[in-house]
């Protein structure tokens, strides 16, 4: 059976191009950056040619990028390593949609004696910027705000978010993990002072990540170690995936115009259809500030473990909102702080597209996602009066 893949946001493919680029750094170039030898030595230079390149995808200066083992490690290292350079501010603000990454961190500070206040969002998913300006206070050591959300693909206003939280005097970090290699980016003319970023959101492989640390800012850093990373980030560098994350930024930045409106044009039609064609559905997050690639719809009075399974049965890979999928007990955070209903939460998928979808794909998920959600409507005791919704009603409603 062919697997129709559309869950880009938890993972996705390695390009080729990126597993070749890769490859003669586990056989042929194994020596270790830090190295005297000149073996050693190309490798160092393979290294600062990958810093280019991600520093290209961003706008940035290379100087200013740090690698890391992931999107998770970025985001910590960033948190944790302004608190430490300003022990004195003890204040951090945060949203109630961030990634566990930055949301768990901030409970565990809030246990830890600092003061962590999380923004509301609204029935879109966006935030209230006027919530922001009057949180953040003098003690503020860091605002960490997503620039783009995992679950419903709603990006903030991260610039305007920005020139706020610097009018205040603070320091901003944005968690781009999705955002990186699906919109322009460009750091150069930005009021972003840390940006996370992760290699297997963008077509390298997992267990890579970076962390870009404006020049001038004080930071202390996070794993402590040798002089990797300008004393940035100790542990010898996972030398093959930070050149497959540079070779990712290099394609991604190449195709990313022709791209992003072949995607957006297969994520539009395949929310619209199935707008058309199930029962009660509904899109969770804003109409237009959102991803290109994601789309996140709920259908009241049915699981989503079970839409999940069905559609696994056709070979169709997505994911949901709903609890037992996501590997915890709670539904999802985001949603719930939308104030999306209880049970449509629980109905919730995530269809999350690449590059590497096409229309033939799009095609089969509005073949067999209608009638699936049809089906459990039927055998669900609270649904089985159904009705098509028109595709504006809802999302207009939302808008
Ligand atoms: N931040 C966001 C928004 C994410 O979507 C993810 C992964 O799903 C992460 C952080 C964590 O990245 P990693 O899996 O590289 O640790």
Redesign the pocket.
Same mark, same amino acid.
Do not use: E, L, P, R
């Given at each position: 059976m062919k697997v129709v893949y559309t869950d880009n *946001?938890?993972t996705t493919m390695v390009a080729p191009e990126v597993v070749e680029a890769m490859l003669p750094y586990f056989t042929e170039y194994y020596g270790n950056p830090s190295s005297m030898h000149s073996f050693g030595g190309q490798v160092a230079r393979k290294i600062d040619n990958a810093r280019q390149q991600v520093a290209d995808i961003l706008g940035a200066d290379p100087s200013e990028i740090v690698f890391t083992s992931?999107?998770?490690e970025s985001?910590n290292a960033a948190i944790w390593g302004i608190l430490r350079a300003n022990p004195h501010k003890r204040h951090i603000v945060t949203s109630r949609v961030e990634?566990p990454?930055v949301y768990n961190l901030g409970k565990y500070l809030a246990q830890s004696g600092y003061h962590v206040t999380e923004l509301g969002v609204d029935s879109n998913g966006m935030l209230n910027l006027s919530e922001l300006a009057d949180a953040v206070r003098e003690d503020t050591a860091i605002v960490s705000i997503?620039y783009a959300n *995992?679950e419903t693909g709603v990006i903030f206003p991260i610039e305007e978010i920005g020139a706020i939280v610097k009018q205040k005097g603070s320091i901003l970090h944005t968690?781009a993990?999705?955002a990186v290699g699906k919109i322009p980016l460009n750091l150069s003319k930005s009021t972003i002072d840390l940006l996370?970023l992760?290699g297997?959101?963008l077509h390298a492989p997992k267990g890579v990540?970076a962390l870009f640390v404006r020049k001038g800012i004080t930071f202390s850093p996070f794993v402590i170690g040798g002089h990797q990373e300008k004393n940035r980030r100790g542990g010898t560098e996972n030398v093959p995936s930070i050149i497959g994350l540079g070779k990712a930024c290099e394609l991604a930045k190449k195709f990313m115009n022709e791209e992003t409106t072949r995607v957006k044009q297969m994520r539009d039609k395949l929310e619209n259809e199935i707008l058309k064609k199930a029962p009660d559905p509904r899109v969770n997050g804003h109409k237009t500030q959102r991803l290109p690639n994601t789309t996140n719809m709920s259908f009241e009075y049915v699981e989503g473990e079970a839409i999940l399974l069905l559609l696994n049965e056709k070979g169709i890979c997505a994911s949901s909102g709903s609890a037992c999928t996501s590997g915890s007990l709670e539904p999802s955070h985001v949603l719930r702080a939308m104030g999306v209903p209880f049970t449509a939460v629980h109905g919730s998928v995530r269809l999350s597209l690449s590059r590497y979808n096409t229309m033939e794909d799009v095609d089969c998920i509005i073949e067999h996602l209608p009638p699936i959600i049809r089906r459990l409507r039927e055998i669900s005791p609270y649904g089985r009066e159904t009705k098509v919704q028109e595709p504006t009603a809802r999302i207009s409603a939302r808008a």
């Open positions: *946001n938890a992931c999107g998770t985001d990634h990454a997503m *995992n968690d993990v999705q996370t992760s297997h959101k990540g």
